[in-house]
C-alpha cells in the first residue's frame, strides 16, 4: 500500500513539474541537437585539404560528420507547413509553425494572440557561389517534455563548424519560451551561460593570456571595431584573477568581514547576462563585447573597492 501510495506521489511531481506535449512528429526535429558538445562536433566536421580532392578522403571525412547522420528531413517543413502548421495543441496555449522569408518561426498562441515565438530554422549566406564562400543554417529539436534546442552552423571550405546552441524552456503559465542555457563557439573562445547567474569562458587559443604575461587595456586598440577578439579573453580572464586573488588577500587579512567570491560573481555574472542574447545573424560580436566588456568593468571596480 505504501509503495503504491509512494508511486501516485512521483507521478502526480512528475506530471506537475514536467509536463508532456504530444509534438507533432512531423515537426518535432532531430534530438542530436538536445546535446552539444561544440568542440568535438567542429574537430569531427572538419574538413582537410584532401576532402575537395580525394573521393576516399572525401567519404570517410563525410561519414565522420554526425550531422550528415541525421534522419529527420528539415526540407521537408516547408512542405507541411501550409497543410497542417500546429506543432502542438491543448486547451491552454497552442504551438504554430509558420514562415518568414528563409526562416521557419515558432510561436505560442493563447486566445488566438501571438503570445512569444523564437526561430526555430534559418539559413543565409555571403552571396558568393565562389570558392572561399560560407552558408550558415539553423536546426533545432522540440522535446515533448516542452525543452526546446536550437544550433546555428556554419559551413565554409574548412568544414561545418558549431556556433550558438540555446535551450529554450516553454512556460504554460506564463505563455512565453524561457531561455535556459547558451553556448557561444566564437573563434577560439566558447562561453557557456546557464541563466540567471552562470557564466564560463574557456579558450583554445594557444597564443591568449597566460598567467606571467602583463596586461593593459590598450590591447583592445588592436581590435577591429565592431568585432571580438581575444583581446576581450585575455583581459576578462587577467582580472577575474585579480580579483579573486584581491579577496583572498582580503578576508585573510579581515576574518570577520570575509567576502564570498561565489556570490560577487554571480551577483555580477546575473548584470552582465543582461544584455539581448545573440540570433543567428550579425549580432554575435556586438553581444560578446557588450558582455565581456560588462565583466572588465565590474571587476575592475571591485578591485578597487578591496582595500587590503
Not at 61 to 78: A, G, H, Q, T
Not at 104 to 130: C, P, T
Not at 209 to 217: G, H, L, P, T, V
Amino acid at each position: 500500500m505504501k509503495g503504491l501510495l509512494y508511486l501516485i506521489l512521483c507521478l502526480v511531481s512528475f506530471y506537475a513539474n514536467g509536463a508532456l506535449y504530444n509534438i507533432n512528429k512531423s515537426y518535432q526535429g532531430d534530438p542530436f541537437f538536445k546535446n552539444v558538445n561544440m568542440q568535438k562536433l567542429e574537430e569531427d566536421c572538419s574538413r582537410s585539404v584532401e576532402y575537395w580532392n580525394d573521393s576516399d578522403v572525401h567519404d570517410e571525412e563525410e561519414r565522420r560528420c554526425p550531422l550528415n547522420s541525421i534522419k529527420f528531413d528539415y526540407r521537408n517543413v516547408f512542405n507541411l507547413i501550409e497543410q497542417d502548421p500546429i506543432v502542438y495543441k491543448d486547451d491552454n496555449f497552442q504551438l504554430e509553425i509558420s514562415l518568414s522569408s528563409d526562416n521557419i518561426i515558432l510561436s505560442l498562441i493563447h486566445n488566438h494572440q501571438v503570445k512569444d515565438k523564437i526561430k526555430l530554422y534559418g539559413y543565409m549566406n555571403d552571396g558568393s557561389s565562389a570558392c572561399g564562400g560560407w552558408v550558415a543554417y539553423q536546426r533545432y529539436y522540440i522535446s515533448s517534455n516542452g525543452d526546446i534546442y536550437t544550433l546555428w552552423l556554419t559551413e565554409t571550405e574548412e568544414g561545418i563548424s558549431p556556433t550558438l546552441w540555446k535551450h529554450y524552456k516553454i512556460d504554460s503559465k506564463n505563455k512565453k519560451f524561457i531561455l535556459k542555457e547558451m553556448l557561444i563557439n566564437r573563434y577560439y573562445d566558447q562561453f557557456k551561460i546557464v541563466y540567471p547567474d552562470k557564466f564560463s569562458a574557456i579558450s583554445n587559443n594557444k597564443f591568449s593570456e597566460n598567467s606571467n604575461k602583463q596586461f593593459d587595456d590598450s590591447c583592445l586598440n588592436e581590435c577591429e571595431e565592431g568585432y571580438y577578439c581575444s583581446c576581450y579573453f585575455d583581459l576578462y580572464s587577467h582580472y577575474q584573477r585579480l580579483l579573486e586573488n584581491r579577496i583572498i588577500a582580503f578576508n585573510e587579512k579581515n576574518k570577520t568581514k570575509n567576502k564570498s567570491i561565489t556570490l560577487l560573481k554571480n551577483r555580477i555574472n546575473s548584470k552582465c547576462l543582461s544584455f539581448s542574447p545573440p540570433d543567428y545573424d550579425d549580432t554575435f560580436d556586438s553581444y560578446l563585447i557588450n558582455v565581456m566588456s560588462c565583466f572588465i568593468d565590474e571587476y575592475k571596480d571591485e578591485i578597487k573597492k578591496l582595500k587590503i
